[in-house]
């Protein structure tokens, strides 16, 4: 029986999938094992439990897995790389079951310097979905720590993380701009407002914007339960105001978002305030980046192997 198990190992949590011969995606699983949380057991607990029922396939993880804190710290390779560099370089943690779970590298671009780790397999996966994006295009994978990632003739050849969803947090819990003890309001209005107010900043950018959050509540122009989600426009504002005023998004090349949908829709209400249309995510990205580099690696072994 041909197949893979192909496992998106993060920080928080682990999510398990079951591609058949063909590359066809089947059974997805979910976990709240992340490196960070392991069952009693460790990783080889997680694993089993995971994959529990399933076939004994090839297995290959990306993500945090690979991290220093991780099963087994994995290299980064240098820029530019491709699926092909990224399929030849995998390693490999033997689990208590007798086989192998193979580890993908992360990305290193020296020019930041700046590291990605899991991102450079969703990145592969989008590009065998969309192909076209292949020639010349900037993927936006919102998160944690956000990445803009340029990829050209089917190589990344540039990234950048932004802390957006840290700072948020950092500045909701440990900041004066804090609400605390306010239920937060859903109000699209003020991130909008938010959005703009990056949008509108000019060279000084954001940072110089933070304040009006306190400023703006303070004068009763902002309830205090749409602070969170002025701030919120604010910074993810920032990313794109900062992303086109030095060339890392162009508003003449593709934009394409990866990730999860409504921290997507997010970046696609505000990339609007900036005249950009943005389509939806590419989904399971990372999913078919990890059948992708399987196959380069040669794990898969099948007549009928097709791009997913």
Same mark, same amino acid.
Request: proline share 6%.
């Given at each position: 029986?041909?197949?893979?198990?192909?496992?998106?190992?993060?920080?928080?949590?682990?999510?398990?999938?079951?591609?058949?011969?063909?590359?066809?995606?089947?059974?997805?699983? !979910?976990?709240?094992?992340?490196?960070?949380?392991?069952?009693?057991?460790?990783?080889?607990?997680?694993?089993?439990?995971?994959?529990?029922?399933?076939?004994?396939?090839?297995?290959? !993880?990306?993500?945090?897995?690979?991290?220093?804190?991780?099963?087994?710290?994995?290299?980064?390779?240098?820029?530019?790389?491709? *699926?092909?560099?990224?399929?030849?370089?995998?390693?490999?943690?033997?689990?208590?079951?007798?086989?192998?779970?193979?580890?993908?590298?992360?990305?290193?671009?020296?020019?930041?310097?700046?590291?990605?780790?899991?991102?450079?397999?969703?990145?592969?996966?989008?590009?065998?979905?969309?192909?076209?994006?292949?020639?010349?295009?900037?993927?936006?994978?919102?998160?944690?720590?956000?990445?803009? @990632?340029?990829?050209?003739?089917?190589?990344?050849?540039?990234?950048?993380?932004?802390?957006?969803?840290?700072?948020?947090?950092?500045?909701?819990?440990?900041?004066?701009?804090?609400?605390?003890?306010?239920?937060?309001?859903?109000?699209?209005? @003020?991130?909008?407002?938010?959005?703009?107010?990056?949008?509108?900043?000019?060279?000084?950018?954001?940072?110089?914007?933070?304040?009006? *959050?306190?400023?703006?509540?303070?004068?009763?122009?902002?309830?205090?339960?749409?602070?969170?989600?002025?701030?919120?426009?604010?910074?993810?504002?920032?990313?794109?105001?900062?992303?086109?005023?030095?060339?890392?998004?162009?508003?003449?090349?593709?934009?394409?978002?990866?990730?999860?949908? @409504?921290?997507?829709?997010?970046?696609?209400?505000? !990339?609007?305030?900036?005249?950009?249309?943005?389509?939806?995510?590419?989904?399971? @990205?990372?999913?078919?980046?990890?059948?992708?580099?399987?196959?380069?690696?040669?794990?898969?072994?099948?007549?009928?192997?097709?791009?997913?």
């Amino acid at each position: 029986m041909g197949g893979l198990i192909a496992l998106d190992w993060g920080t928080s949590s682990l999510r398990a999938f079951r591609f058949d011969g063909t590359g066809r995606l089947g059974e997805t699983r !979910a976990r709240p094992w992340g490196i960070r949380h392991l069952p009693e057991g460790g990783y080889d607990a997680a694993l089993a439990s995971v994959i529990a029922g399933w076939p004994a396939l090839p297995r290959l !993880a990306c993500g945090m897995v690979g991290s220093r804190n991780g099963w087994r710290e994995m290299p980064y390779l240098d820029l530019p790389a491709d *699926a092909a560099q990224l399929g030849g370089a995998l390693g490999a943690v033997r689990a208590a079951d007798g086989l192998d779970v193979h580890l993908v590298a992360g990305l290193r671009d020296p020019r930041g310097p700046d590291m990605m780790r899991g991102e450079e397999t969703q990145l592969i996966g989008a590009l065998a979905l969309r192909p076209a994006l292949a020639q010349a295009a900037t993927f936006i994978l919102p998160g944690t720590h956000s990445k803009w @990632a340029v990829v050209r003739d089917g190589a990344v050849t540039g990234f950048r993380t932004l802390m957006t969803g840290e700072l948020f947090a950092v500045l909701q819990r440990h900041s004066i701009l804090g609400t605390t003890g306010v239920e937060a309001a859903d109000d699209a209005d @003020a991130f909008d407002r938010g959005v703009a107010s990056a949008r509108d900043s000019g060279a000084a950018g954001a940072l110089g914007r933070l304040f009006s *959050a306190r400023a703006l509540m303070l004068d009763g122009a902002l309830a205090p339960a749409s602070v969170p989600d002025y701030l919120s426009g604010l910074l993810i504002g920032e990313e794109f105001r900062a992303a086109l005023a030095d060339g890392l998004a162009r508003r003449d090349a593709p934009l394409q978002l990866i990730g999860e949908a @409504a921290l997507c829709e997010r970046y696609r209400r505000a !990339a609007a305030l900036f005249g950009i249309e943005l389509p939806p995510p590419i989904p399971d @990205a990372a999913a078919h980046g990890l059948w992708q580099l399987a196959a380069q690696a040669g794990l898969i072994h099948s007549r009928e192997s097709r791009a997913c």
